[in-house]
C-alpha cells in the first residue's frame, strides 16, 4: 500500500514539472520585462518627522511599519510618473528641515538625481529648501489644484518656470499666484 502512494505522488510531481512535461511553460519573470520602480519612501513620526507625496499616483504601495505615532510606506511610480514629497522635521524648538520635490520617475539607464527617500533617483523638475520656500511652493501647489490644474498631467515646463521665479525671488515676500507667472 505504501509503494502505491509513492507511485502517484512521483507521477503528479512529473505531471506537473514543466522540464519533464510535453508543454513549454515558462515562469512569468520571463515573460514579463521586470517592473523598474521608482520606489519613495514615506515616513511618520508624530511631532517629529512627516515625509509624504503630495500628489502623484503610485503603481504599488506597501505599508512597511506601524505602530503607535509612527508609520512607513514605499510606494513603487513607474518611468516617467510624477510625484511630489513634502519632507518636514522638526525637533523641540520647532522645524529643522523642511525641503519639497517635484520629481519624475525614471527608468533603467536614465540619468537622474539623488533625491531622499527616493531609490534608485528621480529627475527633479522643482525643488525647494527651507520654510518660506516650502510654504510659497505648498500655496502655490494648492492655487494650482484650485485653479482646475492637474499637477500629474501639466507640462513639466510648468514647474521648471516656478522653480526659477521662486529661486530668482525673496520666497518670504512673494505671493504664490507669481510662480504662474501671473502678476
Known amino acids: 500500500m505504501s509503494s502505491h502512494s509513492t507511485e502517484k505522488t512521483r507521477e503528479t510531481l512529473v505531471r506537473t514539472d514543466p522540464s519533464k512535461s510535453?508543454?513549454?511553460l515558462k515562469p512569468i519573470s520571463e515573460i514579463l520585462p521586470p517592473l523598474c520602480l521608482t520606489s519613495v519612501q514615506t515616513l511618520y513620526r508624530e511631532g517629529r518627522q512627516n515625509y509624504r507625496v503630495l500628489f502623484g499616483e503610485p503603481l504599488r504601495t506597501q505599508k512597511m511599519a506601524r505602530a503607535e505615532g509612527y508609520t512607513v510606506n514605499v510606494l513603487g511610480f513607474v518611468p516617467g510618473a510624477r510625484f511630489a514629497l513634502d519632507l518636514w522635521a522638526c525637533n523641540q524648538y520647532g522645524t529643522i528641515r523642511w525641503r519639497c520635490f517635484v520629481c519624475e520617475a525614471i527608468g533603467p539607464g536614465e540619468e537622474g538625481d539623488r533625491v531622499p527617500m527616493v531609490a534608485p533617483a528621480a529627475r527633479v523638475l522643482l525643488h525647494?529648501?527651507?520654510?518660506?520656500?516650502?510654504?510659497?511652493?505648498?500655496a502655490w501647489l494648492r492655487e494650482l489644484e484650485e485653479a482646475g490644474v492637474d499637477p500629474v498631467t501639466c507640462?513639466?515646463?510648468?514647474?521648471?518656470a516656478a522653480h526659477f521665479r521662486m529661486h530668482g525671488s525673496r520666497a518670504d515676500r512673494t505671493p504664490a499666484r507669481r510662480l504662474s507667472g501671473r502678476p
Not at 155 to 160: H, L
Request: positive net charge.
Open 128 to 138: 525647494t529648501q527651507g520654510a518660506a520656500q516650502s510654504r510659497l511652493f505648498l
Open 22 to 24: 510535453g508543454r513549454m
Open 155 to 160: 507640462p513639466k515646463e510648468t514647474f521648471e
